[in-house]
T-cell receptor, first 109, second 112 residues
Framework: RKEVEQDPGPFNVPEGATVAFNCTYS??????FFWYRQDCRKEPKLLMS???SGNEDGRFTAQLNRASQYISLLIRDSKLSDSATYLC??????????FGKGTHLIIQP | NAGVTQTPKFQVLKTGQSMTLQCAQD?????MSWYRQDPGMGLRLIHY???????DQGEVPNGYNVSRSTTEDFPLRLLSAAPSQTSVYFC???????????FGPGTRLTVL
């Protein structure tokens, strides 16, 4: 069974702080990696793709460690609007994409 | 460009009733999938399709049927609804097997 494991949280973080969370994936053949954001009672939306060299999009940085099968997401200068559930995704190809159950983030004023 | 659309947004069924959840995409994506999302369970794949005329089972296919007669449409049929099928159902599409998936807004289904 292919799995993606995440700490469900919640992570309670003051506004302006930096927060990081991680996930691990079991399928070593995974080729595609993503972070999705899901707001309460809404559909998941792509936050960013994750590349082996690491990548940054504004306040968000994603890292991939293939040897350890580990993906991370760092959010700098957190905003109230960052409060959401963050889904880690790994897989691709014939195996399809596997979604983690999500990490719940609450940014507090 | 509407993306992925789903109807209905909400539905209440009685045990034993059947219904079809509609999903359509206008991005010419080959890959389409149906997921259900339950509290504490995350997204679970029900059925998927890699192109018109081709469908396959996902992790939790029992009680559901799908067909893919066109690239655009991928309906999900509940054959005889059960309370265990109370869930939020998301349809998703993707250009290919390694690409991000685009999700529809979901259908919230309650089976009494």
């Amino acid at each position: 069974r292919k799995e993606v494991e995440q700490d469900p949280g919640p992570f309670n973080v003051p506004e302006g702080a930096t927060v990081a969370f991680n996930c691990t994936y079991s399928n070593s053949a995974s080729q595609s990696f993503f972070w999705y954001r899901q707001d309460c009672r809404k559909e998941p939306k792509l936050l960013m793709s994750v590349y082996s060299s690491g990548n940054e999009d504004g306040r968000f940085t994603a890292q991939l460690n293939r040897a350890s099968q580990y993906i991370s997401l760092l959010i700098r200068d957190s905003k109230l609007s960052d409060s959401a559930t963050y889904l880690c995704v790994a897989g691709g190809g014939a195996d399809g994409l596997t979604f983690g159950k999500g990490t719940h983030l609450i940014i507090q004023p | 460009n509407a993306g992925v659309t789903q109807t209905p947004k909400f539905q209440v069924l009685k045990t034993g009733q059947s219904m079809t959840l509609q999903c359509a995409q206008d991005m010419n994506h080959e890959y389409m999938s149906w997921y259900r999302q339950d509290p504490g369970m995350g997204l679970r794949l029900i059925h998927y399709s890699v192109g018109a005329g081709i469908t396959d089972q996902g992790e939790v296919p029992n009680g559901y049927n799908v067909s893919r007669s066109t690239t655009e449409d991928f309906p999900l049929r509940l054959l005889s609804a059960a309370p265990s099928q109370t869930s939020v159902y998301f349809c998703a599409s993707s250009p290919g097997p390694y690409n991000e998936q685009f999700f529809g807004p979901g259908t919230r289904l309650t089976v009494l």
